[in-house]
């Protein structure tokens, strides 16, 4: 495992309706799920950059995605960017999730809201 890694998913409440059947089907290279009680994760193909921080990840993600983002804000309610960040607890002396400014404006005028999901990991054997 290196020290830190991220994964962009897009969370929408609301009820499961004909749109988020034609959202999937228009992406078919997103894994999008309904959940049991209503509502729908879409993840989008995985973007890789050079240096791993949250600041880059974030922003080539959203970005990319912007027109998406859009398709998908008129479905439910509730929206969310959820970045699951693994990191090696062990090794990890500092761990920043600052965002670019302008990067919060795009997210926020898109109508969502961003939310980290820290997994630590501590794969070491201490002896």
Same mark, same amino acid.
């Given at each position: 495992?290196?020290?830190?890694?991220?994964?962009?998913?897009?969370?929408?409440?609301?009820?499961?309706?004909?749109?988020?059947? %034609?959202?999937? *089907?228009?992406?078919? @290279?997103?894994?999008?799920?309904?959940?049991? &009680?209503? /509502?729908?994760?879409?993840?989008?193909?995985?973007?890789?950059?050079?240096?791993?921080?949250?600041?880059?990840?974030?922003?080539?993600?959203?970005?990319?995605?912007?027109?998406?983002?859009?398709?998908?804000?008129?479905?439910?309610?509730?929206?969310? %960017?959820?970045? *699951?960040?693994?990191? @090696?607890?062990?090794?990890?002396?500092?761990? &920043?999730? /600052?965002?670019?400014?302008?990067?919060?404006?795009?997210?926020?005028?898109?109508?969502?809201?961003?939310?980290?999901?820290?997994?630590?990991?501590?794969?070491?054997?201490?002896?």
């Amino acid at each position: 495992m290196s020290a830190i890694g991220f994964e962009f998913d897009i969370l929408i409440k609301g009820e499961r309706t004909q749109a988020f059947d %034609v959202f999937t *089907a228009a992406n078919p @290279d997103w894994k999008c799920r309904c959940g049991k &009680s209503g /509502g729908m994760l879409a993840e989008p193909p995985q973007l890789t950059v050079d240096q791993p921080d949250a600041c880059a990840f974030v922003a080539l993600h959203v970005d990319a995605y912007a027109t998406q983002l859009s398709a998908l804000r008129v479905l439910g309610h509730g929206h969310g %960017v959820r970045i *699951a960040v693994h990191f @090696d607890s062990a090794t990890m002396t500092a761990l &920043s999730l /600052g965002l670019k400014p302008s990067t919060m404006a795009l997210v926020s005028a898109l109508g969502y809201q961003v939310e980290f999901c820290l997994y630590p990991s501590t794969e070491h054997d201490d002896d």
